[in-house]
Nanobody, 118 residues
């Protein structure tokens, strides 16, 4: 069973930084593509950043230049470093795993709340 647990969320002032972490209970972590999504109240869940097994990254326009996704294939973790946070970044952030051997399957964490407010 694949399990994902996010941590690091909280309340931060505009312009501040947070580092989210996702711990993946996956036996063959290297066979999964990882990503961070977020969902704000009344909004659709949206992709924030993704990272392949080999370390290739992609970012949403809203995150480009401010957020950095990284993974450690030895620790089975994927992090999202967020800087220059804005109130519009407020959302529940979710970690997602997709196996290369079954791309129709997606595994999600429980989410962690990020609130950007003064």
């Amino acid at each position: 069973q694949v399990q994902l647990v996010e941590s690091g969320g909280g309340l931060v002032q505009p312009g501040g930084s947070l580092r989210l972490s996702c711990a993946a209970s996956i036996s063959t972590f290297v066979l999964y593509s990882m990503a961070w999504y977020r969902q704000a109240p009344g909004k659709q869940r949206e992709l924030v950043a993704s990272c392949t097994s080999g370390g290739t990254t992609d970012y949403a326009d809203s995150a480009e230049g401010r957020f950095t996704i990284s993974r450690d294939n030895r620790k089975n973790t994927v992090d999202l470093q967020m800087t220059s946070l804005k109130p519009e970044d407020t959302a529940v952030y979710y970690c997602k795993a997709r196996p290369y051997f079954n791309r129709g399957t997606h595994y999600w964490g429980q989410g962690t709340q990020v609130t950007v407010s003064s």
